[in-house]
T-cell receptor, first 113, second 111 residues
C-alpha cells in the first residue's frame, strides 16, 4: 500500500488543544483532499488543494486549517474551535488535470478526551 | 449544489443472489460518477467509474441521466463483496476536482 501515508494511525487529544494530522504522497499528484468520516454521514470534505500554495474550504471547514507548502504534503490542523473533533480523518490525492480519480490514505482516528 | 443520495444504509443478501446498490444524484452540469468501496480494515478504493464502462469484480453501473441514477449491480453476490460502498460525483471534464460522496451503503452477503 504505498503512495499515500497518514500519521499517526491513532491520536488522542485533550480538549482545548490543537493537533496536526500528517498526510504525505509520493504519487506526484497535484490535488490533495481531507475528509472526515463519521458513522452514517459518509465522507465530508474539509479542505482541498488543487495546487501547491493554494487551497479551498470544503463543506465543513470550520475549526480546521491546512497548508500546502510542498506538493507531497498536506497537513491538517484540528483546532480547539472544532466543536466535535472526534472522528476518522481520511486524506486523498488525485492527479488533477481533468483526472479526478482519488486515492486514499489509511486514515487517522482522532479521539478527544 | 451537487448532491448524492444512497437511500439504503444497510443491505443484506444471500450468497448467489443478485444485488443492487442504489445511487441518485442531483447536479446541474455534466457529471462524472464513481463507486468507491471500503472492505474491512482496508483503505477506501475506487471500484469503478462510469466513463470507463468496465465491469470490476462482476459489478457494473450504468449512468442514467434521465433518472439521475448510477446504481451498482452484480448478478451473483459473493461473501467477499461484503463492504461499505460509496457513490460519488464530480464535475466532468472541468478543473474542479472535488468529489461529493453519498452517505454509503453497508452490504452484507450472508452464506
Amino acid at each position: 500500500d504505498g503512495g499515500i501515508t497518514q500519521s499517526p494511525k491513532y491520536l488522542f487529544r485533550k480538549e482545548g488543544q490543537n493537533v496536526t494530522l500528517s498526510c504525505e504522497q509520493n504519487l506526484n499528484h497535484d490535488a490533495m483532499y481531507w475528509y472526515r468520516q463519521d458513522p452514517g454521514q459518509g465522507l465530508r470534505l474539509i479542505y482541498y488543494s488543487q495546487i501547491v500554495n493554494d487551497f479551498q474550504k470544503g463543506d465543513i471547514a470550520e475549526g480546521y486549517s491546512v497548508s500546502r507548502e510542498k506538493k507531497e504534503s498536506f497537513p491538517l490542523t484540528v483546532t480547539s474551535a472544532q466543536k466535535n473533533p472526534t472522528a476518522f480523518y481520511l486524506c486523498a490525492s488525485s492527479l488533477g488535470t481533468y483526472n479526478n480519480e482519488q486515492f486514499f490514505g489509511p486514515g487517522t482516528r482522532l479521539t478527544v478526551l | 449544489a451537487q448532491r448524492v443520495t444512497q437511500p439504503e444504509k444497510l443491505l443484506s443478501v444471500f450468497k448467489g443472489a443478485p444485488v443492487e446498490l442504489k445511487c441518485n444524484y442531483s447536479y446541474s452540469g455534466s457529471p462524472e460518477l464513481f463507486w468507491y468501496v471500503q472492505y474491512s480494515r482496508q483503505r477506501l478504493q475506487l471500484l469503478l467509474r462510469h466513463i470507463s464502462r468496465e465491469s470490476i469484480k462482476g459489478f457494473t453501473a450504468d449512468l442514467n441521466k434521465g433518472e439521475t441514477s448510477f446504481h451498482l449491480k452484480k448478478p451473483f453476490a459473493q461473501e467477499e463483496d461484503s463492504a461499505m460502498y460509496y457513490c460519488a460525483l464530480s464535475q466532468s471534464g472541468g478543473s474542479n476536482y472535488k468529489l461529493t460522496f453519498g452517505k454509503g451503503t453497508l452490504l452484507t452477503v450472508n452464506p
